[in-house]
């Protein structure tokens, strides 16, 4: 099956030249897209079908139609790999570990050689993860709970239903209506597993990964099949006695709850696993600000505030509410407020096509106008045309006002001391402040 490998925003052409897709391919391809359900969402489809070529629109990850694959990948900078394939590899780490971190996930890359980096797709990567951690919980046990049920017995067990006993047994009693609690492996957690090896196995392409799958799958034979949308999500409770399956919950929301992602399948239709880089940057961000300022006088919260712009003259009803990404307290007074984009940008806050656009200024603006913040920050992904340094790009003052507003990059390409960087380059006011406290 020909599989094609593109980065977000990139445009791959259909036709008959040399790294081209077929054009009966591309339109199988826009066809799953067009009825995922991120088209649903207001995303207007997951490729755009052009005359001549397919784009990508903010979305990475993989679709898998009958007789061909499409691998969209973010458009990361990797400077130091040289061959498509190793920065192919590099970026497909870079990706697993921005959803490791969003998730709050502990996934260990090392196991993964280099090799498999580069010959297997994001999906198939994420797949053998899966399995590597599934199959080391299970060899350690299933997890189990004490379920309650009712039975009628010819002995007692448990304790006695009166009400049903006097009822249902007035006059049979060689029967007792028995209440008891039983210690059971087919809990919603295990359904839960259950059900994303299932899940797994119709989207895998990798003969590997679908052995392990069959592997699984016999380990869960006695599991009963519960259907994803009745899995009982809200009866999982992770405490120090099942702690270790946390990360596979974590990837089995992934996988089926549609977390930053959009996933349809079908033996006929195909297979999508694709994520929103907006929400997922968005999340990754929020998780290392605040890992950045833990252990400080500051807070953060994520998705916060919610505070409205305006009010209605006629019943005093709020209207527009604002959800800024990131807001940094100290007490009971914003700070700091961050709203990331997933957008490159060029240095020049004034370029009508390269720089920040009217719509995120104003944001800003609002953003200022009800928190009240001395700072805020519009926070992009590096890339080589902002030079080599991450952090603030440009500065500016609302004008009549003292209140900061900046543009900056973080460079997700480079993962080494990310949060500390972080830390240096975004909150330099900050961290001076608490030096001068210390």
């Keep these: 099956m020909p599989s094609y490998t593109v980065r977000e925003w990139d445009t791959l052409p259909h036709g008959d030249g ?11 391809l826009v066809a799953l897209a067009k009825t995922s359900s991120f088209a649903g969402r207001g995303g207007g489809g997951v ?10 629109r903010g979305v990475v990850g993989v679709i898998a139609a009958q007789g061909c694959s499409l691998e969209i990948l973010p458009k990361i900078d990797i400077m130091q790999e040289e061959g498509a394939e190793r920065q192919n590899a590099a970026i497909r780490k870079r990706l697993v570990h921005m959803l490791a971190v969003a ?10 050689t280099d090799l498999d980096w580069q010959r297997d797709t994001l999906l198939e990567i994420l797949i ?3 399995c590597d951690k599934l199959t080391e919980a299970v060899r350690r046990g299933m997890p189990r709970r004490y379920l309650g049920h009712e039975d ?26 028995c209440r008891f609690d039983e210690l059971s492996q087919d809990i919603a957690l295990n359904h839960i597993m259950k059900a994303a090896v299932a899940h797994l196995f119709r989207m895998s392409r990798s003969a590997a990964n679908q052995q392990r799958l069959r592997e699984l799958a016999f380990v869960y034979a006695e599991i009963s099949d519960v259907p994803v949308p009745a899995l009982k999500w809200g009866e999982v409770i992770i405490d120090r006695t099942n702690r270790a ?9 992934l996988f089926l709850r549609n977390r930053y992602q959009t996933t349809s399948s079908g033996s006929g239709q195909g297979t999508a696993l694709l994520f929103e880089m907006n929400a997922l940057f968005e999340e990754y961000v929020g998780r290392l600000v605040t890992r950045a300022l833990a252990g400080t ?22 209207v527009f509410q604002t959800k800024p990404d990131i807001l940094i307290w100290r007490d009971a007074q914003v700070v700091h407020v961050i709203d990331t984009k997933w957008k490159r940008i060029s240095a020049r806050i004034d370029d009508p096509k390269l720089g920040v656009s009217q719509g995120d200024v104003y944001q800003m603006m609002a953003y200022a106008h009800l928190y009240k913040a001395p700072k805020l920050t519009l926070l992009y992904p590096h890339h080589d045309g902002l030079g080599t340094n991450e952090g603030a790009q440009a500065q500016f003052r609302i004008t009549g006002q003292e209140t900061l507003v900046e543009t900056a990059s973080v460079d997700v390409a480079n993962g080494k001391d990310l949060v500390a960087r972080l830390r240096d380059k975004l909150f330099p006011t900050i961290m001076q402040e608490i030096l001068v406290c210390q």
Excluded: Y
């Design 47 to 56: 490729l755009e079908d052009r005359r001549h070529e397919l784009r990508a």
């Design 18 to 28: 040399e790294g081209s897709i077929p054009a009966h391919l591309a339109s199988r």
């Design 152 to 177: 009628d017995l010819s002995a007692l067990r448990g304790t006695l239903d009166v009400p049903r006993q006097f009822t249902r047994h007035a006059a049979n009693p060689g029967r007792l209506a």
């Design 297 to 318: 006088e500051f807070r953060v919260t994520l998705q916060g505030g919610r505070l409205f712009c305006l009010s209605s003259l006629d019943d005093d009803r709020a």
């Design 245 to 253: 399956w946390q990360d596979l919950l974590g990837m089995a929301q």
């Design 103 to 112: 998730l709050n996930l502990k996934i260990d890359m090392g196991r993964i």
């Design 128 to 130: 053998r993860v899966f």
